[in-house]
């Protein structure tokens, strides 16, 4: 059976009143009857000590005798007494434990023998019956214990005051439960209003509406989360967007090899008998498929790297090696387009992933061949800036405006189309590396060449340490 959240609340809100309020009741309520017990034994004790003092003077002052003999010739007389002056009911008793004096012999007498005893052996002693009280302590005389006394007075008017207090705390508990549970009521039905909301909007995003506005508005718990819904509502929908936009690219670009491949094959087909048209179409066919080839592989590479987890193998990589290294392997495709590499490498050294990095420099260096000039020059510089490395890979080629710089490490994003497609291109070269210097806690820039004229890519990373010392 199900339970609403707000019925659970409610009823745990209304369960710690009721037990608050109960343990509030009963200290308070036994405090009361503890200082009231505490307030009747003192004045009992006083009203003890008159009576001693009563008993003590008129045996001194009177005709000696035993003390036997004086308890049982004016005890009636001193309980009278007595009981006039402290208004209760005074029963006197010899060392014996006979009675001697009673302030209202015609009123029938509680049992107690036990408690008498007790004030015979030199002890104090009381017994609560109903609305009375039986007070029974010794009684002194000037050669030691005379007898006993025994003062009798009603817990009526105690006993109603707590009766009243026990009642006032029911009636204001009962009061405050009720008001409490309310309110606590009204207050969960708000926040489950709140939650509720909360889910209609998951349940919209799951099925594909997605959120212009944060389902809450508070400054509170509830709001943050509707607030992170919100912003979840968002990513999801920009994530989704940027696939459909990735699908819709890459399947355009599939197509215009996969074309030109059909087409050529047709024309083999057609023509295979003609030497000059073999060539043509093998030379086309194997150009696209090789295109074919690094798109699919850099698509895929670039999904991964957006979808699971990074492998980082780090360790010391010396830039200008490696970039003087990947100049003289990529030094015979420049030559084939009358381009010139020239290399200002101060030594520089990183911590970052081998592999990674001559992806990253390998992709740039021929990216400055493809898009470069004819008998244009490819410079290549690492440089120290205090705790950084600096990379930078300069052309003299065709450039990029400045309204395409934003947009140059999109998927698929190509400044020159006719010029991408011609040397094969793909649009996603840059947006590969970018994401490969990120993974490298590296920065990546664009930035005009020398005189505005071709192109800086700029990178910057951490300079590698050993043992607290820069490395160079």
Same mark, same amino acid.
């Given at each position: 059976?199900?339970? &609403? !959240?707000?019925?659970?609340?409610?009823? /745990?809100?209304?369960?710690?009143? =009721?037990?608050? *309020?109960?343990?509030?009741? %009963? @200290?308070?309520?036994?405090?009361?009857?503890?200082?009231?017990?505490?307030?009747?034994?003192?004045?009992?004790?006083?009203?003890?000590?008159?009576?001693?003092?009563?008993?003590?003077?008129?045996?001194?002052?009177?005709?000696?005798?035993?003390?036997?003999?004086?308890?049982?010739?004016?005890?009636?007389?001193?309980?009278?007494?007595?009981?006039?002056?402290?208004?209760?009911?005074?029963?006197?008793?010899?060392?014996?434990?006979?009675?001697?004096?009673?302030?209202?012999?015609?009123?029938?007498?509680?049992?107690?023998?036990?408690?008498?005893?007790?004030?015979?052996?030199?002890?104090?002693?009381?017994?609560?019956?109903?609305? &009375? !009280?039986?007070?029974?302590?010794?009684? /002194?005389?000037?050669?030691?214990? =005379?007898?006993? *006394?025994?003062?009798?007075? %009603? @817990?009526?008017?105690?006993?109603?005051?707590?009766?009243?207090?026990?009642?006032?705390?029911?009636?204001?508990?009962?009061?405050?439960?009720?008001?409490?549970?309310?309110?606590?009521?009204?207050?969960?039905?708000?926040?489950?209003?709140?939650?509720?909301?909360?889910?209609?909007?998951?349940?919209?995003?799951?099925?594909?509406?997605?959120?212009?506005?944060?389902?809450?508005?508070?400054?509170?718990?509830?709001?943050?989360?509707?607030?992170?819904?919100?912003?979840?509502?968002?990513?999801?929908?920009?994530?989704?967007?940027?696939?459909?936009?990735?699908?819709?690219?890459?399947?355009?670009?599939?197509?215009?090899?996969?074309? &030109?491949?059909?087409?050529?094959?047709?024309?083999?087909?057609?023509?295979?008998?003609?030497?000059?048209?073999?060539?043509?179409? %093998?030379?086309?066919?194997?150009?696209?498929?090789?295109?074919?080839?690094?798109?699919?592989?850099?698509?895929?590479?670039?999904?991964?790297?957006?979808?699971?987890?990074?492998?980082?193998?780090?360790?010391?990589?010396?830039?200008?090696?490696?970039?003087?290294?990947?100049?003289?392997?990529?030094?015979?495709?420049?030559?084939?387009?009358?381009?010139?590499?020239?290399?200002?490498?101060?030594?520089?050294?990183?911590?970052?992933?081998?592999?990674?990095?001559?992806?990253?420099?390998?992709?740039?260096?021929?990216?400055?061949?493809?898009?470069?000039?004819?008998?244009?020059?490819?410079?290549?510089?690492?440089?120290?800036?205090?705790?950084?490395?600096?990379?930078?890979?300069?052309?003299?080629?065709?450039?990029?405006?400045?309204?395409?710089?934003?947009?140059?490490?999109?998927?698929?994003?190509?400044?020159?189309?006719?010029?991408?497609?011609?040397?094969?291109?793909?649009?996603?070269?840059?947006?590969?590396?970018?994401?490969?210097?990120?993974?490298?806690?590296?920065?990546?820039?664009?930035?005009?060449?020398?005189?505005?004229?071709?192109?800086?890519?700029?990178?910057?990373?951490?300079?590698?340490?050993?043992?607290?010392?820069?490395?160079?």
């Amino acid at each position: 059976m199900r339970v &609403s !959240l707000k019925w659970k609340f409610t009823w /745990f809100l209304a369960a710690l009143l =009721l037990f608050t *309020i109960a343990i509030l009741s %009963s @200290l308070v309520l036994n405090g009361v009857a503890h200082y009231q017990q505490k307030q009747m034994e003192a004045m009992l004790a006083r009203q003890v000590q008159t009576a001693q003092t009563q008993v003590t003077q008129q045996y001194a002052s009177g005709t000696q005798v035993s003390p036997r003999t004086f308890l049982h010739v004016e005890g009636q007389k001193l309980a009278v007494e007595a009981g006039a002056t402290s208004g209760m009911r005074v029963i006197l008793y010899d060392a014996d434990g006979t009675l001697v004096g009673d302030s209202l012999p015609m009123t029938g007498r509680a049992e107690v023998q036990d408690a008498l005893q007790a004030a015979l052996d030199n002890k104090i002693a009381y017994i609560t019956e109903g609305d &009375s !009280l039986q007070y029974l302590a010794p009684v /002194f005389g000037p050669e030691g214990q =005379l007898g006993v *006394i025994q003062l009798q007075t %009603s @817990l009526t008017a105690q006993h109603a005051f707590y009766q009243q207090l026990l009642w006032l705390f029911l009636s204001v508990g009962a009061a405050v439960l009720l008001i409490s549970f309310l309110f606590g009521l009204f207050y969960m039905n708000r926040q489950a209003r709140a939650i509720a909301q909360l889910k209609t909007e998951t349940d919209r995003i799951r099925t594909g509406k997605y959120s212009s506005t944060p389902a809450l508005a508070r400054q509170d718990e509830l709001g943050e989360l509707g607030q992170g819904i919100f912003e979840m509502s968002q990513a999801i929908e920009s994530i989704l967007r940027s696939q459909k936009q990735f699908i819709n690219n890459i399947s355009h670009e599939f197509k215009t090899p996969l074309t &030109s491949i059909k087409a050529y094959a047709d024309l083999l087909h057609m023509y295979g008998d003609d030497p000059a048209m073999i060539r043509e179409s %093998s030379e086309a066919i194997q150009k696209e498929s090789s295109r074919l080839y690094e798109l699919v592989e850099t698509a895929l590479r670039l999904a991964a790297l957006e979808s699971y987890e990074f492998a980082h193998q780090p360790e010391r990589v010396d830039v200008h090696t490696l970039l003087e290294d990947l100049c003289a392997r990529l030094n015979g495709k420049a030559n084939q387009q009358g381009i010139t590499f020239h290399t200002q490498l101060q030594p520089a050294s990183i911590w970052a992933d081998r592999a990674s990095m001559v992806h990253i420099l390998l992709n740039l260096l021929d990216n400055a061949i493809k898009y470069n000039t004819q008998h244009g020059t490819v410079t290549a510089i690492t440089r120290r800036h205090g705790s950084q490395v600096e990379v930078i890979i300069r052309d003299t080629g065709i450039g990029i405006p400045e309204e395409a710089k934003q947009r140059i490490f999109e998927p698929f994003y190509t400044v020159h189309a006719d010029r991408a497609r011609q040397s094969g291109g793909t649009g996603l070269v840059l947006a590969l590396v970018h994401q490969l210097v990120e993974k490298q806690d590296g920065q990546i820039r664009i930035e005009d060449g020398p005189d505005g004229r071709g192109t800086s890519v700029m990178l910057r990373f951490d300079a590698y340490f050993s043992d607290g010392l820069l490395q160079v």
